[in-house]
């Protein structure tokens, strides 16, 4: 992975905590979270994983596809994982903790 584009997750993570942080303070009270069996798109899911610091290939283990596949996925170069793979992403990133809004933003669960 290029510099800039290591750069690009990292900015796109401080962007998507910064919305958790307004969540969780309740401006996105009454936000409407997606139902289930809606998919995710690939960049609600680098936000996300990068919002809880995980690893593409811990993801990908966690969801049982491909790293490359994911990371295509992530990158909107190609989706070979189909929506039984997008489902099984979103799952995996739900059990962590995370949420995710009909608006496209993405939020952590209280504990």
Same mark, same amino acid.
């Given at each position: ?22 969540? *969780? ?12 069996? *809606? ?21 990908? *283990? ?50």
């Amino acid at each position: 992975m290029r510099d800039i584009d290591k750069l690009e997750n990292m900015l796109w993570g401080c962007m998507k905590l910064l919305e958790t942080i307004k969540i *969780e303070m309740g401006d996105y009270a009454g936000h409407e979270e997606l139902a289930d069996g *809606e998919l995710i798109t690939g960049s609600q899911c680098r936000g996300a994983r990068n919002m809880i610091l995980m690893r593409n290939s811990d993801l990908a *283990e966690l969801a049982d596809i491909g790293t490359a596949d994911l990371s295509k996925f992530e990158t909107r170069v190609r989706n070979s994982i189909g929506e039984k793979g997008v489902l099984r992403i979103r799952k995996a990133l739900e059990s962590k903790g995370l949420v995710f809004y009909a608006d496209g933003s993405v939020g952590v669960k209280e504990k």
